[in-house]
């Protein structure tokens, strides 16, 4: 195999995750597509296998251990860009439904590969956040909203919050300045109708601290967000 699925095994046994062993080559696969497609289109800085098995998939898989994702849940990965924790969670929870966001093309034809050669159940969508946000079909429609390493806790809340359902999980994937954006972030996510639900931090193994910010989605998003990317990124909530 291209990954070590003793490596995998060890880098999930704190979170009491188990993967079957076609779950396991799908993992796989992917790896050795990821690789292989970093050539042509730059997805990732990360392709040593092992690197793969604890900074990408040990990490996505996490979210299962610290967030409960009911069966046959409308999840939505914004800023996917290789697919995690999108494809990811496909491969460990297939009755999920994933809908995977990104704003460039190519990283979505490269995930629309994987589906298609793994048979996943998800799809992509071809949209910025902050045009999904007042978007019919995605806005409130979502029972969780994950976000890995896209912007810092003030700006990403502005273009998932609006995403979520009254009642559904906004999650933050965040690494070293995780408290610092929290303590910003929490004016924005009132704002937005949100309100922090829960703070979930681990370490994998030979990698840097993570941390989880769960945030609850309380009532309804005002009409007026999210704003023009310009606005967000210029004044922050």
């Known amino acids: ?21 076609e779950q396991i080559a799908q993992l796989d696969a992917y790896a050795r597509m990821l690789v292989d497609y970093n050539e042509k289109v730059n997805l990732t800085a990360i392709t040593d296998p092992d690197e793969i098995v604890v900074k990408h998939f040990a990490d996505s898989l996490a979210l299962l251990h610290f967030c409960c994702f009911l069966e046959k ?40 590969s994987v589906i298609a050669g793994l048979s996943l159940n998800g ?15 995605f806005r409130e429609a979502f029972s969780v ?31 070293d300045l995780a408290d610092e954006e929290l303590q910003a972030g929490k004016g924005a996510l009132k704002t937005l109708g949100a309100r922090i639900d829960g703070i979930e931090s681990y370490n994998l193994p030979s990698a840097d ?27 922050p909530l």
């Open 1 to 21: 195999m291209f990954i070590s699925p003793e490596l995998l095994t060890k880098a999930l046994a704190p979170f009491a995750i188990t993967l079957s062993a």
């Open 145 to 175: 909203v994950t976000a890995r390493a896209v912007a810092e806790l003030r700006v990403l809340s502005e273009f998932c919050v609006p995403l979520v359902k009254p009642g559904g999980l906004f999650i933050a994937m965040k690494g």
């Open 73 to 112: 849940a409308l999840v939505a990965d914004i800023g996917t860009g290789a697919g995690f924790p999108g494809v990811v969670l496909m491969i460990a929870r297939p009755d999920l439904k994933l809908n995977l966001f990104d704003s460039t093309k190519k990283k979505l034809l490269f995930i629309d």
């Open 123 to 137: 799809q992509t969508v071809h949209l910025r956040a902050e045009e999904a946000g007042h978007d019919r079909r």
């Open 209 to 235: 601290k993570r941390t989880l910010i769960l945030s609850k989605k309380i009532s309804q998003t005002s009409t007026k967000y999210p704003r023009a990317f310009s606005q967000i990124s210029k004044k």
